[in-house]
């Protein structure tokens, strides 16, 4: 007897694990970013939290686009918005202001799945 392996079909952007985890990185900047110095918060506090929202929010606008295009377009925003990201995480670091290894690892996967869903996308028919 063969085994055949059932796939729910993804129904909303929050069943997509590259979703769920840039959702998570998101969650992770806000509650780091808390305790950075007052005079950053019109700084790099904004900056990071715009930046990282940036990508899950571009996944979920790419995931009702009707073509293959227009999803791959908002999935290429997504990594850019991610790098953007890394970026003021690593100055975050720098600064001295928080402890990022954790979200950078995070960001690493983020940026694996946004190339595994981009790379699926442009197989699909």
Known sequence: METQTVRAKIQRVEDLIVWKKAHRLVLAVYTA????PKDERYGIVSQIRRAAASVPA???EGFRKRTKTEKQ???TIAHGSLEETR???ILSRDLGYCEVSEMLSLSDEVSKLL???YKKMAGAQ
């Open 58 to 60: 571009n996944i979920a």
């Open 115 to 117: 190339a595994l869903y």
């Open 73 to 75: 377009r908002f999935v």
């Open 87 to 89: 970026y003021f995480l």
């Open 33 to 36: 970013t808390r305790a950075f």
